[in-house]
């Protein structure tokens, strides 16, 4: 069965103190993994999209990166605004289209 | 550009009534898809139009639930009779093709007492 593992569930970390958020996943046929930020009463935002072992994409503070098993979110010096809940997701095999297998999140709270 | 709308942003109903939610995509985008997120629980995709078609409907949970996307554009998604376990957020994404970028609204708490 397809599946989405992301952790820690929360992390507290001080402006300026880097760390990294995990997402682990088994599907048969990876057809993309996605990065999603939310913030409270909103929906999810689109970060970013990987689509093979050993990609990376950087945004501001945010980079990205894919393994075979794992995707890493990780974040430089994080300031207050990044508080947020980062969600990853998985496209599966054909046949299944569209549809996005979401891990429960990783709650992040920066401190300034 | 306009994003993905969603109305009502909140909604509270008694067991046993009916919900129309509804959704208008970004304009272009063909694939509209619908998901929610119970308390404490992760997103779970419900079902995924291409058009006016319904490509992917393994997500719906019984068939109390009635997706449409009449002409293509806007999607509604009615509970008829709603439960308490009905209670989340329902999030309404939409994308140019189906492999593309999915754009979430900013989502329609449903509470039922």
Redesign the interface.
């Known amino acids: 069965e397809d599946q989405v593992t992301q952790s820690p569930e929360a992390l507290r970390l001080q402006e300026g103190e880097s760390s990294s958020l995990n997402c682990s996943y088994t599907v048969s046929g990876l057809r993309g993994l996605f990065w999603y930020r939310q913030d409270p009463g909103k929906g999810p935002e689109f970060l970013f999209t990987l689509y093979s072992a050993g990609e990376e994409k950087e945004k501001e503070r945010l980079k990205a990166t894919l393994t075979k098993k794992e995707s890493f979110l990780h974040i430089t010096a994080p300031k207050p605004e990044d508080s947020a809940t980062y969600l990853c997701a998985v496209r599966g095999p054909p046949g299944n289209t569209g549809k996005l297998i979401f891990g429960q999140g990783t709650t992040l709270q920066v401190k300034p | 550009e306009a994003g993905?709308t969603q109305f009502p942003s909140h909604s509270v109903i008694e067991k046993g009534q009916t919900v129309t939610l509804r959704c208008d995509p970004i304009s272009g985008h063909d694939?509209l898809?619908w998901?929610r997120r119970v308390m404490g629980?992760?997103?779970?995709?419900l079902l995924?139009f291409v058009k006016e078609s319904k490509?992917?409907e393994?997500?719906m949970p019984n068939n109390r639930f009635l997706a449409e996307r009449t002409g293509g554009t806007y999607s509604t998604l009615k509970v008829q009779p709603a439960e308490l376990e009905d209670s989340g957020v329902y999030?309404c994404?939409s994308?140019e093709g189906?492999?593309d970028?999915?754009?979430?609204?900013?989502?329609t708490r449903l509470t039922v007492l």
């Open positions: 993905v694939n898809y998901y629980k992760e997103i779970k995709f995924h490509q992917d393994s997500g999030f994404a994308s189906p492999t970028t999915q754009y979430f609204g900013p989502g």
